[in-house]
């Protein structure tokens, strides 16, 4: 079985420039996840997806972060404008519905260095 | 406040010694799981816990859940420099399908 992709693997931007971020689920997996892992931090969600509807998005940074997920399959996140404290390493997750939290499996992430 | 809080923060140990992480919820647990990160990495599931009591083991890696003190604790028993790398916790704390994660440990261990 394939795994969950991401690219880039890697991306250096310059502040209050864009960027984007992409992610391929496991086939078959309703829920998707992004997560972002600031250094020496634990990994926060941004946003949760089931299918291609919004579960939670609360902790989504709205003023200059999306997503979306308009088929149900891949997804994108995107920051604009970038600021210094979004360098960070941007995980992807996704998970069957019936396993929920407990199928969870997360891709290599997107390592963002804002400079 | 944190909703999950993990102990020690960072641990460097020699090789061949044991170590225990811990980790701590605010809030009732309906699934406690443990990954590993390498540095810039994805994480790797390692363990998965739900029942008060509940103990379990790959290979020299256990993990013990206390449900009454929505606690859980991962011991490594003489440790390899193949152990290094980050030790995350993740809660399921909505019954169901999303999981909060704690701040990690970074573990090092020393040849």
């Known amino acids: 079985e394939a795994g969950v992709a991401q690219s880039p693997r890697y991306k250096i931007i310059e502040k209050r420039q864009s960027v984007a971020f992409w992610c391929n689920p496991i086939s078959g997996h309703a829920t998707l996840y992004w997560y972002q892992q600031i250094l020496g931090q634990g990994p926060k969600l941004l946003i949760q997806f089931q299918n291609n509807g919004v579960v939670d998005d609360s902790q989504l940074p709205k003023d200059r972060f999306s997503a979306e997920r308009l088929k149900g399959v891949d997804s994108t996140l995107k920051i604009q404008p970038a600021k210094l404290e979004d360098s960070a390493v941007y995980l992807c997750?996704?998970?069957?519905?019936?396993?929920?939290?407990?199928?969870?499996?997360f891709g290599s992430g997107t390592r963002l260095t804002v400079v | 406040s944190q909703e999950l809080e993990q102990s020690p923060q960072s641990l460097i140990v020699q090789e061949g010694k044991n170590l225990t992480i811990n980790c701590t919820s605010s809030k009732t647990l309906y699934g406690l799981y443990w990954y590993k990160q390498k540095y810039g990495e994805g994480l790797i599931f390692l363990m998965m816990l739900q029942k008060g009591g509940e103990e379990k083991s790959h290979e020299k890696i256990t993990a013990k859940l206390d449900e009454k003190k929505q606690q859980s604790s991962l011991h490594i028993t003489a440790s390899q420099p193949s152990h290094a790398g980050i030790y995350l916790c993740?809660?399921?704390?909505?019954?169901?399908?999303?999981?909060?994660f704690g701040g990690g440990t970074r573990l090092m261990v020393k040849p």
């Open positions: 993740g809660a399921d704390v909505n019954a169901g399908n999303m999981l909060t």
């Open positions: 997750a996704s998970s069957s519905l019936r396993q929920g939290a407990r199928g969870y499996t």
